[in-house]
């Protein structure tokens, strides 16, 4: 299994707005995609800033590569998402899960 770890920041006033999207749209997407096996959205605060986590479980690199392209360190951000940030990372880490506790 893998994690694929992505970050994005929204301004303080419109720190609802990518939780909103991510709710309605990136759930779908990922719930969608052949190997995704769950993930979490977390949020902290950071001065006038809002700091979006989001990880993401995998089966395999192969799985995550069918979900982004040929490059699996390519973030994959649509429009939508990309309206409700200030600032996001265009590309992502993954680790391999050497050990589960759920």
Known sequence: MFIREWR???NQAEAAKYPDYFRREV???LREAPGFKGGHLSRRADGDQ???LVLTRWT???AIREFTGSVA???VLDPGAMATLVAYDHS???YEVLE???
């Open 8 to 10: 994005g920041r929204a």
């Open 73 to 75: 360190e390519h973030a």
């Open 27 to 29: 759930i779908r997407q």
């Open 50 to 52: 809002v700091e979006f």
């Open 92 to 94: 992502v880490r993954h």
């Open 100 to 102: 589960d506790l759920s």
């Open 60 to 62: 395999s690199m192969d």
